[in-house]
């Protein structure tokens, strides 16, 4: 197509993880170095990955990836449709109101209704809203950067979909493996799974069908009567096949790294790991 633009966009996905595989070979001084053990670890048959940094890459790849499923407009993700929907409708009246604004607010609404579900309250939950909050600023950035990008041909659009797709997936993934906690719709899948002993994977395709849903019934009470606004068919696609996609993010990502905590701060989120230590 000719766009620096768009070669940027096939790079960004490949370029995290093909700099994460070939880490040792691109820059082998960090290994020699004990600040980059510190980070990465220094094993050659499978290295170590911090788990803070996989939490702070979630929260950029999944914010990023939302960014480019909105431009190619084929239906934004499922999980943050009814989000988006609700950014569309009240944004016209309010021009204060943000994607991001409307992102941490149903958050907050479904934090309340998981902790109603498990009829349980932990104090770490709270941070998951701290993390939807975070993750709205850095959506809003990312907004006023996709304003920028190019928006023409079916083809690119397509483009912009499959990688934002990817980008959700592969961050939704490394949240799975952090103990920080993630955004709520993650923290929602894992601990609901957990407690009720099913697989995560097919628990998330479930829930993502079921915001699917929600969000078309929110288009229509929003918009009028088979007025898809937000959810069109690429939601659809996404809902299907998010599950499968992310589980083989986790898969790639346990085949080549171990994820460790190079903090000591999973007692603050974890208390059951708090209980653990002061026994030993």
């Not at 990836?65 to 239906?75: N, Q, S, T």
Request: hydrophobic share 50%; with cysteine.
């Amino acid at each position: 197509i000719g766009s620096p633009l768009l070669s940027f966009l096939l790079c960004s996905l490949c370029t995290p993880l093909q700099a994460w595989y070939n880490t040792n070979e691109l820059f082998p001084f960090l290994y020699q170095t004990e600040k980059a053990h510190f980070l990465f670890g220094g094993s050659k048959m499978k290295r170590t990955f911090s788990t803070e940094l996989a939490y702070v890459l979630g929260i950029v790849f999944v914010a990023w990836g939302v960014v480019l499923m909105e431009k190619a407009d084929f239906g934004v993700s499922m999980v943050v449709a009814p989000a988006y929907l609700l950014y569309r409708w009240l944004s016209p009246a309010w021009s204060f109101v943000t994607f991001g604004m409307a992102e941490y607010c149903l958050q907050a609404v479904l934090l309340l209704a998981m902790c109603l579900l498990l009829r349980r309250f932990r104090v770490s939950y709270l941070f998951s809203f701290v993390t939807a909050v975070v993750y709205g600023f850095v959506l809003d950035a990312f907004m006023l950067l996709g304003a920028m990008l190019p928006a023409g041909s079916v083809w690119l659009r397509a483009i912009y979909y499959v990688l934002g797709m990817l980008f959700c997936a592969a961050g939704v993934s490394a949240m799975f493996h952090t103990y920080i906690s993630p955004e709520v719709y993650e923290l929602f899948v894992k601990e609901v799974s957990a407690r009720f002993g099913a697989n995560i994977n097919r628990f998330k395709t479930g829930y993502d069908c079921v915001s699917c849903l929600i969000g078309v019934a929110m288009s229509f009470l929003t918009f009028g009567l088979w007025h898809f606004e937000g959810v069109k068919w690429g939601t659809i696609l996404c809902a299907l096949v998010n599950g499968y996609v992310i589980g083989r993010f986790s898969a790639f990502y346990e085949k080549h790294w171990t994820f460790c905590d190079r903090f000591p701060w999973r007692k603050y989120f974890v208390p059951d790991a708090a209980t653990q230590m002061s026994a030993k």
